[in-house]
C-alpha cells in the first residue's frame, strides 16, 4: 500500500446533522462542522439536513444529503428518478428561478471581487431563461457493457464516479434523444463488440425555424476496436428504423466518418429567425447546446452592439459564426477571427449559405500575441468576445491595438468575466451593464454577458 493512501482519512459512516448557511459558487450548501468548512451536495441555504461524508480534504470536507429536516422554501421535488445520483444535473432540488437568481447572485460577487463594482454601478440586464427541460442537444453519453446490470448501460456519470448512472431516459436532453435510451442500451447489448464501445456523442440539428418542430439526431459511436460487418449492419438499420445520423470514430477526431445516410454532406443545421439567418455544421463542431437561449443571447447582442452601417466590427472566438453572421446582417464590415481553421472553413460557408459578402474570417490562436497578422493591424468600432472557459486575458491586454468604442463580452465562466473586466476597466473602459442566461438549467454552470464603453478623456 502507498504512503499516500495509508495516510487517507476514513469517512465517518453515519450520517450527521448539520446546518446550511449559504450556498457555494458551485451550488453546494456551505456549512461548518467543529469549525472546519463543509460542502453538502443536494442542500440549500438555511436547510437542516442529515447528510453523509463523501470526501474528507485537509481544508474542507464534502457531504452529501441523505434526508432534509427544514426545507428551504426554494426546494422543489425532483421530477428525475436518478437525479440524486446522476452526475448530469447538480441543482435539481432548486426551483429553476432561484438557480438563476443564484447565478446572477454569483456573478456580481465575482465582479465585486475583482473590479469593487457593485450592481448600483451598472445597469443589470433582465434574465434570459426558457424551458428548463429536454434542452441539451449536445452531450457525451458514457457506454459501458456490464453483464451483472442485464447488459450495456448508456448516460452520464454518477456523481463523485466513474460509474455510469442506471437511467431509461434522461430530463436535460432534447426528446428525440432522451426517448432512445432504452433502444441504444438493447443496440449495444446485441453487439459482439458491445465491450469496446465506451460513448457516444450526441448532437441535434433544428430542420426548420420553427421552435416546435422535430429535430434531426446525429450519433458518433466511439469504438476501440473495428466493428464487425454484422455489428456496422445493425448500427445502420438502427440509424435507418429510427432516421437519425450514424457516424463512427474508430480513432482521433480525424476518423470520424458517416455510414448513414448514404450520400449527401455531413451536416446538421439552426436557425436563427429574428436575424434571418442559418446554419450548417458537422455534428462535431462546437455549437451551443441550448438553442432558444441561443436564440435570446444572439438578439440580445445584436442590440447591444447597436451595429451602425458601415462600422468596422471584430468578432474574437468567432466560432462557425454565431454571432459574425447577424452582425454582418446589420450592415456592418465584420472580421471573425477563431484559433480552428475548420471553424473558419465552416465561417465562410454559412456566409455563402445566407448569401453574405465581405465577410473576413481568419486562423489565430487568441492566447498567444497577434504580432503581424493583417486584421490586427486594423482599427475597429466595436468588438464581441465570446471566449472559452479560460477566459480572453491575453487579447484584452492587446486591445488598445483595436481601441473599439464598445467591447460586448459574452462569458461561459463568470470568473474569467469578472477577471478579464478589471483588466478592461485598468485600460479606461466602463462597465455598462451585465447579465445571466440560463444556458445550462438544472446545473451550476453560469452563462453571462457584459457590455463596457471607452470613456472619454
Sequence with gaps: MSPRRSRRRKLPLEPIEVNVESLSHEGRGVARIDGKVAFVEGALAGETVLAKYVQSRSQFDVLSAEQILLSSDARVASDCSVSEICG?????????????????????????????????????LPKLAADTSHYRRKARL??????????????FREKHS?????????????????????????????????????QIEVAAGETEPDPGAPLEIALIFRHLKPLTPADQNALIQFASEHQIHC??????????????????????????????????????????????INRQIVSRVVELMAVQPGERVLDLFCGLGNFTLPLAKQGAQVVGV???????????????????KGLEFY??????????????????????????????????????????????YVSCNPATLARDSAELLAQGYQLKSAGVMDMFPHTAHVESMAVFEQQHN
Design 247 to 292: 457516424y463512427l470514430q474508430p480513432g482521433g477526431l480525424d476518423s470520424v466518418h458517416r455510414v448513414y445516410p448514404d450520400g449527401g454532406r455531413e451536416r446538421l443545421g439552426y436557425f436563427l429567425p429574428d436575424q434571418q439567418v442559418q446554419y450548417a455544421f458537422h455534428p462535431m463542431d462546437f455549437t451551443q447546446i441550448n438553442g432558444p
Design 162 to 198: 466513474s460509474f455510469i448512472t442506471v437511467m431509461d431516459d434522461c430530463r436535460v436532453l432534447v426528446s428525440e434523444v432522451s426517448t432512445l435510451i432504452n433502444t441504444l442500451k438493447n443496440l449495444i447489448s446485441g453487439l459482439s463488440s458491445a465491450a469496446d464501445i465506451p
Design 142 to 155: 458514457a457506454v459501458r457493457y456490464v453483464q451483472k446490470k442485464g447488459g450495456a448501460l448508456v448516460g
Design 338 to 356: 477563431e484559433g480552428s481553421q475548420a471553424m473558419v472553413e465552416r465561417g465562410y460557408e454559412n456566409a455563402d449559405l445566407n448569401g453574405l
Design 363 to 408: 486562423c489565430k490562436d487568441l492566447f498567444k500575441p497577434l504580432e503581424n497578422a493583417e486584421w490586427a493591424q486594423q482599427r475597429y468600432d466595436k468588438v464581441l468576445l465570446d471566449p472559452p472557459r479560460s477566459g480572453a486575458i491575453e487579447i484584452i491586454q492587446q486591445m488598445r491595438r483595436f481601441s473599439p468604442k464598445r467591447i460586448v
Design 88 to 124: 448530469g444535473c447538480s441543482l435539481r432540488h432548486m426551483h429553476p428561478d432561484q438557480q438563476l437568481e443564484m447565478k446572477q447572485e454569483m456573478l456580481l460577487d465575482l465582479l465585486q471581487h475583482s473590479t469593487g463594482l457593485t450592481s448600483s454601478d451598472f445597469e443589470l
